[in-house]
């Protein structure tokens, strides 16, 4: 697994070419490097209107859900990426939905991802490979 230094920024990306899976894939990667869990991809838009892709991840703490959605939003910042539209969840960093136009976050706390099993509910939709990528 991919890991950075903490606090390092990442370069700057020609943002003319960059698709919603790519920004989606940024997006895992940032949660990867705050140690989010188990972070997948998965692509919705086929099934559902409001979205093309679902980026899924988990952490152990409140504390780390709050800190891999902090990540997720300076690294796009960074890079020049998407703002989020929406953000819900703050108030108890249990799950955090960021809702990105084109793709929605969804980082949870361990007890909320196996209560909500995202992954089950959207199991006929193909998985985005990002570590490799």
Do not use: N
Not at 76 to 97: A, F, Q, S
Not at 101 to 122: K, T
């Amino acid at each position: 697994m991919r890991r950075s230094s903490p606090g390092r920024a990442k370069a700057p990306v020609d943002v003319s070419d960059v698709t919603l899976a790519d920004w989606a894939r940024h997006a895992a990667r940032a949660a990867d490097d705050k140690l989010g869990r188990d972070t997948i991809i998965i692509a919705v838009g086929e099934v559902i209107s409001v979205t093309d892709f679902f980026v899924i991840s988990s952490a152990q703490t409140s504390r780390q859900v709050r800190a891999i959605a902090e990540e997720i939003e300076e690294q796009l910042t960074i890079l020049d990426g998407p703002k989020p539209l929406r953000v819900e969840g703050r108030t108890d960093h249990r799950w955090v939905l960021m809702d990105f136009g084109g793709f929605v976050v969804h980082i949870l706390d361990d007890e909320y991802r196996a209560f909500y099993d995202l992954e089950r509910l959207w199991s006929d939709c193909p998985r985005i490979e990002w570590q490799g990528a």
